[in-house]
Structure formats: structure tokens, C-alpha cells
């Protein structure tokens, strides 16, 4: 299945020396995403490939010391907002090609072009499709392909390291992330949310490494679209593994953080409200299902529970179960704003001014809205991306608060707190009271008193009186502060 329209895709030419508004707040532990317990700075990456069986197989594989100029680096792309306000706020992927010649340029476009063809061939990927962008950086190397293939001991001279036989494993396709993330970064003025690192290569072989945001994959291979959907379940949605093999037999330890994966059965987790409790029992055609508590996760065969039978997070080409989709989806809104575009918010409004809302814009549905003048609900406008204040009788005189929401109402979140926190936006704005010539006192009332102190202020000759701003007191200032006193307040 292909989304209704392709994503955004950008394209610029590195050499192999070139050298927050949205920003991510990961509240949990993720599933081998930090560094390694026993070795400070150093990344455990994801290497996972199909089993005998059908199923993924793999291990985690500590890998490059991040220093602390990578890391740095790493922060600064992820959080980098050049172009926000003049374009839309995306999420923005970035491939990098590694073994690709001068020569080989187009090969690396095809290369891209095939896996992002069915990218977005699974929910919740294919509704939030138009909150991605895809950019691709040709990055030039001196030789063809990459290390150790097809077997040890081949080296070339690539720009990016990418080498099989990672961490002693032949189908752990490594990269050096720090040249990965400059590369990636020199090559896109966004934010870099995601860098996808391809090598020219048929061999199967990836890696995830969520800590930074960076996963590899063949450039070739019959799986590579299926291989980097399934990084990006670990490195957007924070989602653990949920094969059973890399790890003890039986888990011991206590709850994990991952959205998918729990140490609690389904009775445990409905009577104690832990987890993917709010989803028992669903079944839905788009998601793998039905939700229960399957035994088997997180590299061990016992003690870990996963919310579906067979899904992404356990074998490739297969659908994301609907916690997961729930918690891909929270993280799309940490990158993405609900509000597309709107008036500013500084802006100077007056009684009769129209304000505007545009939310983002999802396949399939739109974003809820709902406008609020001075707390309470203008019905007539729900839904509405405009708002005209001069249809709705505000006194001219006084100030108001206008405040409009936007909510996605997905039926795939069910957290209200995921809800609220993430899916959700608010803006708002101040309606200045207009002021009224003819208000002489400066009372903000309009009565006779006000012509009272005119006249006083008129026959003592004080400048405020002076209309007209001539210089002289005569009848025309009478008729100006006459025609002011009758006519509306300005601003």
C-alpha cells in the first residue's frame, strides 16, 4: 500500500572531507538506546536479522566511544531550526550513501529512491506521511562498496567507515557515526532528526543505533526498505525488540521502559493500569493484533510480555501493533506541531480583526479545532482555520482573550496524557479595547462629562483641546470633538 503522495525529498553533493523549537525529550528508558552499562560511552547499536525461523534474531553490539564533540554534535543537528518559521515543521530524515564513487552518484539516487518508494507502507507511517521529509547528501567516496564484503578481511577506502562484521557479527552492517552525523548535517540546513546511512552493497546487513539517531542498511538488498522501517520503530519510536533471542532465557530484572515490552501479564496490567492496559483486547486490520500479553520479548524467551503475537518489532514485513503505533505517533508530535501556522501571537488585534489557525495535516483526518473568546466556547467556529472577531458583537471598549486548541483525535492514542501533552496545541491572544476620541476624561466611558471637561479644557485654551492640531481654538475644534464624540472609538 503507497501513501496518496510522495514525501518531500531535497538532494545536495558532499565530498568525503566536508566535514529548538521541536526538540526531543525521550521521559523513559529505551530499550538498549543509552550507553553501554560497563563501558561509559560507548553505544550498544541494534544488529538484527531474519532467523531459520522467520523471525528477527540478533544482538546488541557496543560499538563507537561516543566523544564528547560527537555528541555535541549529535544535539545541535537534532535541534537545529534554520528554516522554521519559512517552511512547514517536519521530520526530517536524512540518507547518507557510503562506497558510492563520483561515478556512482545515481546509483545512490536509485538506491534512496527505492527504499523510500514503500517507506510509508504501514500505519501509523502512512497517515502521518505529510510530517516527513526525506533529504538526501551524496557523499563522494574514493573506492567502491564497503568493508568486508562479501567477506572479511576486504578493506576500502569509503568516506563513512561502514564495514560488515561489526562487533564479530557478519550481517552488522557498522558506520562511523560521528562522520555520518557531519556528513549528514554539512548536507541539510533542517533539522536532522534521523540519518539513514546506506552502503553500495546487495549483502543484508543493518544497525541501529537510536542513541544517536542513526541507522544503517544495504543499499541493494531485497530487505533494506523493511530494515530501516524497523530502525525507525527503535530510533523515532523508542521501541524495544520483541524477539526472544540475544538475551537470558528468562528475564529477571524489573519493568522496562519501552512502550512494548512489560514484565506484567494482561490481568497484572488491567487491574494495575500498567502499560498497554487501555488496548486488551483490540483487534484492528491495520495493526497487528488482537492486544494481549504474548510471552517472549526484549531478547528473552520468558518473564517479558509483548503486546502482539508477530509485529515489526519482531519480524520484518509485518504491521506495528497498536501500542507501538500509539507510542510512534507521540513521538511524530514531539517533532511536529499540531499548529501549522497561525496569526502571531504578539500580534495587534483589534474588535473586528480575523485570526486564522492552520493545524498540520495528516492523511485520512484533520485536526480538531476549537476557539474560545474570553473562556468560553465560540460553537459556530469549531473546526473552523479562521476566526472573524467583528461577526461575534465584542464590546469595542474592552479587551478580550482569544485562545484557540488544536488536538489530533486519533483514534490510535488512547493515553489522555499522550493526548494533552503532545497531540495538542494552544495559542493565544490578546484583543486590545479600541480607544475613543471623544473619551475627553479618559475614564474609558463615553457620557457628558466628558464634553463638561472639554469645554473647560477649550475655554482655558489647553492644548488638548485643539482638535485639529492647528495651533488655534475656534469652531472647527468644536465640530471636530463634536463628530469624535458621536462617531466609533479608533485604534
Request: glycine share 8%.
Amino acid at each position: 500500500m503507497r501513501p496518496t503522495h510522495a514525501p518531500l525529498i531535497f538532494s545536495v553533493l558532499l565530498s568525503a572531507g566536508t566535514p529548538a523549537a521541536a526538540q526531543r525529550f525521550h521521559d523513559h528508558d529505551r530499550a538498549c538506546h543509552a550507553v553501554h552499562p560497563t563501558l561509559p560511552g560507548v553505544e550498544l547499536a541494534h544488529a538484527c536479522w531474519p532467523g531459520e525461523n522467520g523471525l528477527l534474531t540478533g544482538r546488541r553490539i557496543p560499538v563507537e566511544t561516543l566523544d564528547p564533540e560527537t555528541v555535541a554534535l549529535r544535539e545541535h543537528l537534532a535541534n537545529r531550526d534554520l528554516l522554521r518559521g519559512s517552511v512547514p515543521n517536519r521530520i526530517d530524515i536524512v540518507f547518507v550513501g557510503d562506497g558510492y564513487t563520483a561515478s556512482q552518484q545515481a546509483l545512490f539516487h536509485s538506491d534512496v529512491d527505492n527504499i523510500v518508494a514503500d517507506l510509508f507502507q504501514y500505519e501509523p507511517f502512512i497517515t502521518y506521511e505529510p510530517f516527513f521529509r526525506i533529504h538526501r547528501v551524496e557523499v563522494i567516496s574514493n573506492e567502491s562498496g564497503v568493508d568486508n564484503d562479501p567477506t572479511q578481511g576486504i578493506l576500502r577506502d569509503t568516506a563513512l567507515d561502514m564495514a560488515f562484521w561489526c562487533g564479530g557479527t557478519e550481517r552488522a552492517l557498522c558506520v562511523s557515526v560521528s562522520k555520518a552525523l557531519n556528513h549528514a548535517g554539512a548536507g541539510v540546513s533542517t533539522d536532522v532528526d534521523q540519518v539513514v546511512a546506506i552502503a553500495n552493497t546487495t549483502k543484508y546487513g543493518g544497525v541501529g543505533y537510536p542513541s544517536s539517531n542513526v541507522c544503517t542498511s544495504s543499499g541493494r538488498n531485497s530487505a533494506a526498505t523493511q530494515i530501516v522501517i524497523h530502525e525507525l520503530g527503535h530510533s523515532l519510536g523508542n521501541l524495544a525488540d520483541e524477539y526472544t533471542y540475544g538475551g537470558p532465557t528468562t528475564y529477571t530484572g524489573g519493568e522496562l521502559g519501552p512502550a512494548n515490552v512489560s514484565i506484567y501479564s494482561q490481568a497484572q496490567q488491567v487491574s494495575q493500569e500498567r502499560k498497554w492496559w487501555r488496548w486488551m483486547g483490540v483487534s484492528n486490520g491495520l495493526f497487528d493484533g488482537p492486544v494481549g500479553t504474548y510471552e517472549g520479548g526484549y531478547y528473552s524467551e520468558q518473564g517479558v510480555f509483548r503486546p502482539s503475537n508477530n509485529s515489526m518489532m519482531r519480524s520484518l514485513g509485518r504491521r506495528f501493533n497498536l501500542p507501538s503505533a500509539e507510542e510512534l505517533i507521540k513521538e511524530f508530535y514531539r517533532e511536529v506541531r499540531p499548529i501549522e501556522d497561525a496569526t502571531p501571537t504578539d500580534a495587534d488585534l483589534a474588535y473586528n480583526d480575523t485570526l486564522f489557525c492552520a493545524p498540520v495535516q495528516p492523511n485520512g483526518h484533520d485536526l480538531n479545532i476549537q476557539w474560545e473568546v474570553n473562556g468560553q466556547i465560540v460553537f459556530s467556529a469549531l473546526d473552523q482555520t479562521s476566526l472573524d472577531l467583528s461577526t461575534l458583537g465584542l464590546d469595542p471598549n474592552t479587551e478580550h482573550t482569544v485562545r484557540v486548541t488544536v488536538v489530533d483525535n486519533t483514534p490510535w492514542v488512547r493515553d489522555p496524557v499522550i493526548r494533552d501533552l503532545f497531540l495538542t496545541e494552544t495559542r493565544e491572544w490578546t484583543v486590545n479595547a479600541c480607544t475613543h476620541p471623544g473619551d475627553f476624561d479618559g475614564n474609558e466611558e463615553l457620557n457628558i462629562f466628558d464634553i463638561l471637561v472639554f469645554i473647560e479644557a477649550y475655554n482655558q485654551q489647553d492644548p488638548a483641546a485643539d482638535f485639529d492640531a492647528n495651533g488655534l481654538f475656534n469652531f472647527f475644534d468644536v465640530a471636530s470633538f463634536i463628530t469624535a464624540f458621536n462617531g466609533p472609538c479608533t485604534r
